[in-house]
């Protein structure tokens, strides 16, 4: 099994920064992506940022440019630093891992928590 420590998170008010950390363990598991995924309040959850063991990166489009996603893949660690932060971000934010388990080859989803991120106006 994979076990997913998150920390970060909390309540900030309009233009400020927060920074969310995880951390994935697991014996047999080859940890190839990992990433952030958010849920709003009546909202379906949506990717936020993913960073891939090459270090590709992916951002949805309304946190480009403020958000900044980066992994320590030695310690299967994945970190998000939100800058610039709106009301509009303000959710549950889920840690994600896809690692490969190596006696099955095969590929599953893992997620945290879930961190409450609230930006106040």
């Known amino acids: 099994q994979v076990q997913l420590v998150e920390s970060g998170g909390g309540l900030v008010q309009s233009g400020g920064s927060l920074r969310l950390s995880c951390a994935a363990s697991g014996s047999g598991f080859r940890f190839n992506i990992m990433g952030w995924y958010r849920q709003a309040p009546g909202k379906q959850r949506e990717l936020v940022a993913d960073?891939?063991?090459?270090?590709?990166?992916n951002y949805v489009d309304t946190v480009k440019g403020r958000f900044t996603i980066s992994g320590d893949y030695a310690k299967n660690t994945v970190y998000l630093q939100m800058n610039s932060l709106k009301p509009k971000d303000t959710a549950v934010y889920y840690c994600?891992?896809?690692?490969?388990?190596?006696?099955?080859?095969?590929?599953?989803?893992?997620w945290g928590q879930g961190t409450q991120v609230t930006v106040s106006s």
């Open positions: 960073i891939t063991a090459g270090g590709r990166t």
């Open positions: 994600n891992v896809r690692p490969l388990e190596l006696r099955y080859a095969q590929v599953r989803d893992y």
